[in-house]
């Protein structure tokens, strides 16, 4: 019986998948923040370098892998393709369910698949410091490795429900050689207006970008990094997709489902772009999209032009969102608390091309431990979203249906939120209407 599908080294994909050429309609423009017209890539030197610029607006289908990063990713690429054997037979279903397992990257998640390019990028056009946000800490975790590989510092400002809830993320982050602060700090002017107003604040993924921006717009030898969301982040993810390809052909298999868990999108649109264009054609996979009902982007926000912060400095961006504003609950998959989704997801979606589902957090941890007693790996609370979906899809399916889902990241440092599942104390924390209507009511007017 065939548990692990391997890729031969010499398989490996040397480009990474550029989606943009092949969307039609396309993509709605970026936009300035203050003159609110298309933005040019001027606009955006002050935090990204031009390589990372050029790669956002680029209208090449395929980018070579520059070798120091191939370099790098040799490291733990390429992940095996598992059958979930046991977890079928836990549950009864003639369904194949395959999960590409990128927790076994060096910061146990698929981050590093950008976190590696960006810092090489950065490194060439001289850079010494990047700035970040993270919320669960796994993209903190994945910068700081990645910086620590090309020799820049790295200061990471992490949501602080976040930073309360899973320490070890923060001695992970430190031991790389990276500094890390919990958001709002009282180290920038985006953290310490949020303070004024709330001193006990838990933050959101959207403050920790304002205070990362800002540190980085203030300082001539640094520049910002995103883990999610633009469209070069997803670019580089597009390396996992693209081997299950290759894993899948291996097999003798075709996708019938592809399963992902959404926060920016990067980790599902690594996964599902590579097969957009068969999908363009009325063929290929469905594709699921799995978030929290404690902040359901994709499920009940709006398709509108938004700021990727709170504070209001970041280009605005045609997304799904719930406002800049919105506070979300403080839920145990933090990396999924963000209040907008990747323009490109949030694009497939509006084009009926993604199927998006949302669920309680008890209801993902039951799946997880389920996974857990078969399969025998701890999933991070993120990707136990997908790990639910897939066993939704699987006892929906017709016998030989295949579903991949992607396993996004262990959850070695998540063990408070295994705990406190254990003992019965995990709130299904749900989004507040109110507070939606609130923060999308301060969204900008914009008709494009």
Known sequence: ?????????QEMPKQWYNVLPDLNPPLAPPLDPVTHQPLGPEKLQAIFPMAV?????????????????WDIYRLFRPTPLVRAH???????TKAKIYYKNESLSPAGSHKPNTAIAQAYYNKQEGVQRLTTETGAGQWGTALSFACKMFGLECTVYMVRCSYEQK??????????????????????????????????????LGLAISEAVEDAATHDNTKYSLGSVLNHVLLHQTITGLEVQ????????????????VGGGSNFGGLVLPFVPEKMHGKGPRFVAVEPKACPTLTKGEFRYDYGDMAKMTPLLKMHTLGSGYFPPPIHAGGLRYHGDAPIVSHLVDQGMV????????????????????EGFLPAPETSHAIKAAIDVARESDPGTVIVFLYSGHGLLDLGAYDAYNQGNLKDDTFSECDLQNALATCPKINI
Do not use: H
């Open 167 to 204: 320490p070890y993320r923060g001695i992970l982050i430190r031991s790389y050689g990276a500094e890390v602060f919990p958001s709002p700090t009282d180290k920038t002017n985006a953290g310490r207006a949020v303070l004024a107003e709330n001193p006990n604040s838990g933050g959101s």
């Open 246 to 261: 290759k894993q899948l052909a291996l097999a003798g298999e075709k996708p019938d489902v592809l399963v992902g868990c």
């Open 53 to 69: 610029i050029e790669q956002e607006m680029s209208s090449q289908r395929w980018i070579e892998i520059p070798e120091p990063v």
């Open 355 to 374: 199927e998006p589902r949302s669920y309680y957090q008890n209801d993902v941890f039951e799946a997880a431990k389920l996974f857990l007693q078969t």
């Open 1 to 9: 019986m065939d548990y692990r599908i391997n890729l031969p080294e």
């Open 86 to 92: 046991r977890l079928e037979a836990a549950l009864g």
